[in-house]
């Protein structure tokens, strides 16, 4: 008898596919889904606390490097029974990357009896709300078995604990959390808390691990929407932290469940209590934070975006004019600070009547803020008496009508924001990688078609921060010399969506924007490679 048995180091990847993509989730002959999300998030899979899922809203994640073998004793034909295995799972193409599922690192634990024909391994996915992960088992047996002496093919499916891109620069309660998204109007009365609780428990139907945090202090919306048994936030004696409430398998903190109602302060005190909500509040692991941000773009706004990574924001309006003014101040707000948004949601946009489809107040906004902002995708949501009732008795129109209109277009919604965060995600943990094999600082700023390198030394001297620069005189302390030519770099970390941490041998911390990397020399005789493979954060 002869046991192999390969095991891969973990790399995640997360990416997508829109509907009609030329490519496919198999070999280029069979494509066999509509659309396909492999995702860069890191969650783990649980079961849901509903099951709002459509055939159309596909999404599938994988992660960890290509498997290696560790044979046994005996390890006659070893490798080549394991190039079959391999060879046959990397017919399954992912549509994104354009690669396939081995190269791309998602086979796991592949363990092969070749005397009885019998292999095993696991496809670990990155996010559990995967809707075709049984289509992908099901290719995947497919061509294993299609060897000749396999008689016996067990697929395992599993996904790994959520956790941020940059988890060590945060606050202890959202070191797990995989994605911080913001729904945002910055006008009131357009419907931002309910896009923000309805997408919430669409991402929670789809089988992710979902928060909500309302961060309207003044006038907070969550009580009135959801219906948790326990309306009181607690607080833990011995860690000091806050104890979130739930409904539904969904976390829920809000200033209306502190038993204060709504705040009467000033604004210096209320970046702080939702400093303090946000933060110390026991999340978990969680692979979705819904942020309902309050209106307007002021202290609490901009407190928020500072003390949190936000991974996107999703824009709700209305079709007048007036609410796109207030929206686009939102979005310039956005974009200043490096937050990506992702999705405009158009709402109470139109209802039909008498065989006739209406448009109470106007057409255009939600395009206006599309085309002039490039942001890449669009949604309508009509007028609808039973969405607005759903709000106040407490329960999501989601969960209420899984099936409706509605839930379709918070499904389709979903869907994209899943994409879009696996594609930012993607972007930001691969901008600044360290080459050791050629000694350089690889640069590949998101967005950008821009792909460079720069000599460790150039972006050590080049630090702006107080202790290289005096911040009075801009007189330069951080001579020349003081940096060696060989210089290497321990640690490259992102630093949310605009810069990287990078970590130097005499214990500097260089916080370096992509804005000023852009700037710098770049390396134009590269250097022959060493045998030393790359490595990145």
Not at 269 to 283: D, K, P, R, Y
Not at 294 to 319: R, Y
Not at 509 to 518: E, K, S, V
Request: hydrophobic share 40%; with cysteine.
């Amino acid at each position: 008898m002869q046991l192999l048995h390969a095991s891969s180091s973990l790399y995640t990847s997360l990416h997508c596919s829109k509907p009609g993509s030329s490519s496919g989730l198999v070999s280029p002959e069979k494509p066999p889904f509509p659309m396909s999300v492999s995702c860069f998030l890191q969650p783990q899979g649980i079961e849901s606390s509903l099951s709002v899922s459509r055939n159309k809203s596909i999404f599938s994640s994988f992660s960890t490097k290509a498997a290696s073998v560790e044979a046994g004793a005996s390890t006659v034909s070893s490798g080549t029974v394991e190039n079959d295995v391999l060879k046959a799972l990397s017919q399954i193409i992912d549509p994104d990357f354009g690669t396939d599922i081995v190269t791309c690192g998602f086979v796991k634990d592949l363990q092969i009896n070749e005397a009885l024909g019998e292999v095993s391994f696991r496809l670990e996915l990155t996010t559990p709300a995967c809707p075709i992960k049984d289509m992908f088992e099901e290719k995947a047996n497919e061509v294993v078995k299609l060897l000749p002496w396999v008689k016996n093919v067990n697929v395992t499916m599993s996904a790994q604990p959520a956790r941020p891109v940059y988890a060590g620069l945060l606050p202890p309660g959202l070191q797990k959390i995989s994605n911080i998204v913001a729904v945002s109007s910055c006008k009131g009365g357009v419907g931002k808390s309910t896009v923000a609780v309805n997408l919430a428990y669409t991402l929670a139907g789809m089988g992710a691990r979902v928060g909500i945090f309302d961060a309207d202090v003044y006038g907070p919306s969550l009580p009135t929407m959801v219906s948790p048994e326990n309306r009181l936030l607690e607080m833990s004696p011995e860690k000091k932290t806050i104890i979130p409430t739930e409904y539904l398998g969904v976390k829920l903190v809000s200033f209306g469940f502190a038993g204060q109602g709504r705040a009467i302060m000033r604004g210096p005190m209320v970046s702080g209590v939702i400093n303090q909500l946000l933060t110390t509040a026991e999340w978990g692991e969680l692979d979705y934070l819904v942020v309902d941000m309050p209106p307007g773009t002021g202290d609490i706004q901009l407190t928020l975006c500072q003390v949190v990574p936000l991974t996107a924001a999703v824009i709700v309006t209305t079709p007048q004019k007036l609410a796109f003014i207030d929206v686009a101040k939102g979005v310039r707000m956005f974009s200043k600070l490096k937050v990506p948004c992702v999705a405009v949601v158009e709402n109470m946009c139109h209802f039909d009547a008498d065989g006739k489809r209406y448009y109470p107040f106007g057409r255009g906004s939600g395009s206006q803020v599309v085309q002039q902002f490039g942001i890449p995708h669009l949604f309508d949501l009509p007028i609808r008496p039973t969405l607005s009732a759903s709000g106040d008795s407490g329960m999501p129109e989601v969960v209420a009508d899984p099936q409706g209109e509605v839930a379709t277009t918070f499904q389709d919604l979903g869907v994209c924001l899943v994409q879009q965060c696996a594609k930012i995600r993607q972007q930001v943990s691969t901008a600044v990688t360290y080459d050791k094999s050629i000694k350089a600082i690889r640069v590949k700023v998101p967005d950008s078609e821009e792909d460079f390198l720069l000599h460790p030394a150039t972006v050590r001297r080049n630090d702006r921060s107080a202790q290289s620069v005096d911040e009075w005189t801009g007189e330069q302390k951080l001579q020349y010399t003081d940096v060696p030519e060989d210089i290497e770099p321990e640690e490259i970390q992102p630093m949310g969506n605009y810069a990287v941490q990078i970590s130097w041998p005499d214990g500097f911390n260089q916080i370096a924007p992509y804005d000023q990397l852009q700037t710098m020399e770049r390396l134009v005789d590269v250097p022959q490679p060493t045998a030393v493979q790359a490595w990145h954060v």
